[in-house]
């Protein structure tokens, strides 16, 4: 309990110092330079991960452009990373943060669900729950860097997170709550 305490609140000073930070306009210029190893294939480049291993931190960053818009593939990706460093125990803490320009996540990739079948909707929402539970039940402290717009299911991403730290100029929330769905 003592080193998880210790990694959130080294993670908490970090933020409040990269919140006072106002010349700063996105948040990763705040954060320190890691040396950027990626742990997927070419192929799957829709997660990038850069681990410090001095510091034990991993930065994970969103990759599916152009707006992080979630669909089953990319959910499944973005799980299994996070299992990995779970599993791997040398990581303590990780950032979650985007690798788009403007939006840290878009939520749902509403094309994808357009016309699905039955059972790639229940394979997709299964993955959306994994994920959520992969990122809310994860051992490691979180937190999430948000850098853009995250309506919706970026929301619950962010939410997901130990902790959230947001840029400037950017909109977080549920839309669903406008119109009293949730």
Known sequence: HRAMFAVRSSFSRACATMARNSRAMAVSH?????????????????VI???????????????????NALNTDFMLELTSELQKLEDEGKVRGVILSSNCKKVFCAGLDLLALAGASEESLKTFWSAHQELWLTLYGSPMATVAAIEGAAPAAGCMLAMACD??????????GFNEAKFGFI
């Open 49 to 67: 991960v850069e681990k410090d291993d001095a510091k034990r931190i991993a930065v994970v960053k969103m990759n599916r452009q152009p707006a």
């Open 30 to 46: 705040a954060l320190p330079a890691m040396h950027a190893r990626t742990f997927a294939s070419p192929a799957a480049s829709q």
């Open 163 to 172: 902790h959230r730290i947001m840029a400037p100029k950017f909109h977080i």
